[in-house]
């Protein structure tokens, strides 16, 4: 048996095992060749609802950051080949807020995105509230421009007459789930993982067979490939 992964879009790791070992080892040999299939595919369900949360423990033994935001945006997918997991790019950006933020006014904010890490310190950056009503860590950066928004919006300076300009707010983020996902050897990790999954899925599907247990969908006639 085998199943293509993709793990957050890092190539293509095939996932196999020997099922006819797995066979070798059950009560009963002669398990119907037509319910294969359907033990692959109930596998791999299987499989798609378990590599997500070891995905989010795995960037959790590494990042610093939530484990419900993480777990939010990581998305298993099922394929013709086997499964997809993937983190969601656009959605995916976390704020420097989340990875233990610290207010250091008037020197700045701290953050550690890495457990065991170092704290850094961005002199520059500060908490604001944005228009979306999220408390964000932003720093000011580029040209200075008039505000089309905020309380310096249209106002001029009691000086010289003109507009106040003012740099425009960026919002600090750390890296995406994307990135943790295929971060290093974590790609491998999980594939080893699922490989585990199938292996352990498959073993207790035949074991279920074999105990003279329909499999659900299975043609579990007395037809077919057999031993016996």
Known sequence: MAANLTIGGKGSLR???????????SRNLGILASSLPLMQKMAISTLRRRLPVEARRDIQREYNVPAAKVRALLRAIE???????VGDFKGGRFGLINFNAKDLSPNGVSAKIYKGGVTSIRPHAFFATLGSGNVHIVERRGPKVAPTQGRYAGKVSSRTGQPILRQKMKTAYGPTVAQMLRKGDRPQRLADYAGQVLQKEI??????WAGGKPIPGADNGSTGDSDT
């Open 15 to 25: 996932t196999e095992f020997d099922l006819q070992g797995a066979l070798a080892v």
């Open 79 to 85: 394929t013709n080949s086997g499964l997809k997991l």
């Open 203 to 208: 073993a207790r599907l035949i074991e279920v």
